[in-house]
């Protein structure tokens, strides 16, 4: 007799795990360049993450709070890359709150939607990334997204509640 994993924690995992990737280049000094590798693993478990809790939940469906609306627009940046290289971000000269070790005098901020690759329309996950990523550091949106999964995981009913998950 086989089992199959729960692929909610699987994805779960995934997510966390690549997000600690990120930090630990970031917090190495990695080139800017290079840190889009984990940070479009961290994007692509989030979207599959939120994709089936929309699907499964119908409270988180219709969730109108600041985490979701940044997944959505996380959604809207993903499926414009996906075909194409990941380029969503530019590299901007500065420093950006909140600073972390090393200090670095550049940050890495998604695009503007006018400047992403084209795709089919998708409204509300326009809107919801023209206001809560377009111009921002994609470590605060990463930052967001865990602080988003961890409030679901916590939630009563939610498929991600601990206990819930086989």
Request: with cysteine; net charge neutral.
């Amino acid at each position: 007799m086989t089992t199959q994993p729960e692929m909610l924690r699987v994805a779960l995992h995934g997510f966390h795990s690549a997000r600690v990737r990120y930090y630990n280049q970031l917090d190495a000094g990695h080139p800017e360049e290079h840190l889009i590798i984990p940070a479009v693993e961290v994007i692509y478990w989030g979207c599959v993450l939120d994709e089936q809790l929309e699907a499964r939940d119908i409270v988180y469906k219709d969730c109108q709070e600041y985490g979701r609306q940044v997944m959505l627009g996380t959604r809207f940046a993903r499926n414009r890359a996906t075909h194409q290289l990941p380029m969503l971000v530019e590299r901007i000269s500065g420093f950006t709150a909140p600073i972390r070790a090393p200090l670095r005098a550049e940050e890495t901020v998604w695009l503007p939607v006018d400047r992403l690759p084209g795709g089919r329309p998708a409204r509300r996950q326009e809107a919801c990334y023209k206001q809560y990523l377009a111009g921002r550091p994609v470590r605060t949106t990463l930052d967001d997204i865990a602080s988003w999964f961890a409030a679901e995981e916590n939630r009563v009913g939610s498929p991600l509640h601990h206990g819930q998950i086989g």
